[in-house]
């Protein structure tokens, strides 16, 4: 089962890339270790920091729904000077 369900390319993240941080969402049940282990086994990399935050609700109606849909996780990535994750050098 993959922890990281896809990398994220937003205006903060792209700001994010110049301090070598890293924005992925993940899946709403997985903890920091299991992140944290899967991106350093899948991209032979060393994280140095990790913050992670449930992304908010979407506004809108909602018909007699009971509870709140689950919603992915993203989490905030960062890497020790020198490494770098391929799906985002520059070529």
Request: charged share 30%.
């Amino acid at each position: 089962m993959d922890e990281v369900k896809y990398p994220v390319l937003t205006e903060k993240s792209i700001r994010l890339l110049e301090r070598n941080q890293y924005t992925f969402n993940v899946d709403s049940q997985s903890n920091k270790t299991k992140i944290k282990n899967w991106i350093e086994n899948f991209f032979d990399v060393k994280v140095i920091a990790m913050n992670s935050y449930r992304l908010p609700e979407k506004g809108g109606k909602r018909v007699s729904m009971i509870g709140h849909p689950i919603r992915c996780k993203r989490v905030i990535i960062t890497l020790r000077t020198g490494d770098s994750i391929p799906l985002f050098s520059e070529q």
